[in-house]
């Protein structure tokens, strides 16, 4: 990821903040930056996984993943399920959304009332115990939100190819 201010400097001392208000974060996915979720949509796949993918033979890819880490120790990469159908796509992508939105309901405030706290007519001090967990839950959910955002996008990509798909192939859906 980019810096989030380019002019940013090192502060004076550490009892001075170098700014006072918190990180915007784009989630609506307008902002330039990398972001690799590879490993959790593929435990997403592995989630949603059903015994018609992988052209029927998922109960033995899984079955033959697992021998295979057996016999190496478990010193291979993690197995990971790769992509395979846009159908199976559209469910990991959907049980992604499902997970982030459980996660975000879990925190006590929203990103804009920690917004509001950290730039308030009164701020917590800084560095202070209350200042320190309002950024770190602000960091957490400015990430489960662009994830979120990330998978909505790719959902609603899928499911119009597959609409798109079964139109042509005559379906109803």
Same mark, same amino acid.
């Given at each position: 990821?980019?810096?989030?201010? =380019?002019?940013?400097?090192?502060?004076?001392?550490?009892?001075?903040?170098?700014?006072?208000?918190?990180?915007?974060?784009?989630?609506?996915?307008?902002?330039?930056?990398?972001?690799?979720?590879?490993?959790?949509?593929?435990?997403?796949?592995?989630?949603?996984?059903?015994?018609?993918?992988?052209?029927?033979?998922?109960?033995?890819?899984?079955?033959?993943?697992?021998?295979?880490?057996?016999?190496?120790?478990?010193?291979?990469?993690?197995?990971?399920?790769?992509?395979?159908?846009?159908?199976?796509?559209?469910?990991?992508?959907?049980?992604?959304?499902?997970?982030? =939105?459980?996660?975000?309901?879990?925190?006590?405030?929203?990103?804009?009332?920690?917004? =509001?706290?950290?730039?308030?007519?009164?701020?917590?001090?800084?560095?202070?115990?209350?200042?320190?967990?309002?950024?770190?839950?602000?960091?957490?959910?400015?990430?489960?939100?662009?994830?979120?955002?990330?998978?909505?996008?790719?959902?609603?990509?899928?499911?119009?190819?597959?609409?798109?798909?079964?139109?042509?192939?005559?379906?109803?859906?």
């Amino acid at each position: 990821m980019p810096p989030r201010n =380019d002019t940013s400097k090192p502060a004076a001392t550490p009892q001075i903040p170098i700014v006072t208000s918190p990180p915007k974060f784009d989630t609506r996915g307008g902002g330039n930056f990398k972001f690799d979720a590879s490993k959790v949509i593929a435990t997403c796949r592995l989630i949603v996984l059903t015994h018609t993918d992988f052209g029927g033979n998922a109960i033995e890819m899984l079955s033959d993943a697992l021998k295979k880490n057996a016999e190496n120790n478990n010193d291979e990469k993690p197995f990971l399920v790769g992509r395979d159908t846009d159908e199976l796509e559209y469910r990991a992508l959907s049980c992604l959304i499902r997970f982030t =939105d459980l996660q975000l309901s879990r925190y006590p405030n929203s990103i804009e009332n920690d917004m =509001d706290f950290l730039i308030g007519e009164s701020p917590p001090a800084f560095q202070s115990r209350a200042w320190t967990a309002a950024h770190v839950r602000l960091g957490e959910m400015q990430t489960l939100e662009a994830l979120r955002s990330i998978s909505i996008s790719g959902a609603i990509q899928m499911r119009e190819k597959i609409e798109k798909k079964n139109k042509q192939n005559g379906d109803k859906g």
